[in-house]
């Protein structure tokens, strides 16, 4: 157990539809990352936050926007979601900001019908 | 674009053998080259990491060696046991660079036969 959570694990929507992903860091880190993981592009950096601020962006798409909290938790908001989004989505955590010593949660798995 | 080039897409390995896994990245930046074990239906694990100025970190049955003039790093598994089947990721990123994001080869699967 990485002592990162995530929900939900599993998560079955229509096209067009909003879903809310939400990651728990380990307790004392500070920054979180959202990654995506498809058969076809592996595993995609879409955002980090570290202590409530954005610090970095990758692909992420214009639908897809996320957020953290003073409590340091995480949400990750896709939205018009198309058959395409359907991954899984992983949140990671760290100490510091820098991304190393990374740990991951067990990821939520979407499926876009 | 920085990419990391990850090889084999596939590994078979006997019982009590040495895998190996074999990244190269092209951003001479990248300064932290992790690698990540993940099994089906799970996050990817933080396996072994290394910095570019040593040459090879050992963690038990792990292995990274480090080439910088080559930009190559790989993974070698001693003694590789059935139970280390899973896909295997390396990663590289930049620590110094204001860009933390971690990025990924397209992974190993590795199968351990009895």
């Known amino acids: 157990d990485s002592g990162v959570t995530q929900t939900p694990k599993h998560l079955i929507t229509a096209t067009g539809q909003r879903v809310t992903l939400r990651c728990s860091p380990r307790?004392?880190?500070?920054?979180v990352y959202w990654y995506q993981q498809s058969l076809d592009q592996g595993l995609q950096f879409l955002i980090q936050?570290?202590?409530?601020?954005?610090?970095a962006k990758g692909n992420i798409l214009e639908r897809f926007s996320a957020q953290q909290f003073p409590d340091l938790h995480s949400e990750l908001n896709l939205s018009s979601l198309e058959l395409g989004d359907s991954a899984l989505y992983f949140c990671?955590?760290?100490?510091?900001?820098?991304?190393?010593?990374?740990?991951f949660g067990q990821g939520t798995r979407l499926t876009v019908v | 674009q920085q990419q990391v080039k990850q090889s084999p897409q596939s590994l078979i390995v006997q019982k009590g053998g040495i895998s190996i896994i074999n990244c190269a990245y092209e951003?001479?930046?990248?300064?932290?080259f992790p690698w990540y074990q993940q099994f089906p239906g799970k996050g990817p694990a933080l396996l072994i990491a290394?910095?570019?100025?040593?040459s090879e970190k050992k963690e038990g049955r792990f292995t990274i060696s480090f080439n910088k003039s080559a930009k190559q790093f790989s993974l070698h598994i001693m003694d590789s046991q059935p139970g280390d089947s899973a896909t295997y990721f390396c990663?590289?990123?930049?620590?110094?660079?204001?860009?933390?994001?971690?990025?990924f080869g397209k992974g190993t699967k590795l199968s351990v036969i009895p």
């Open positions: 990671a955590s760290s100490v510091g900001g820098q991304g190393t010593e990374a740990f």
């Open positions: 307790s004392g880190d500070l920054s």
């Open positions: 936050y570290y202590n409530g601020e954005e610090r």
């Open positions: 951003n001479t930046a990248f300064d932290y």
């Open positions: 290394i910095r570019p100025d040593v």
């Open positions: 990663a590289a990123s930049s620590t110094g660079a204001g860009s933390y994001q971690l990025t």
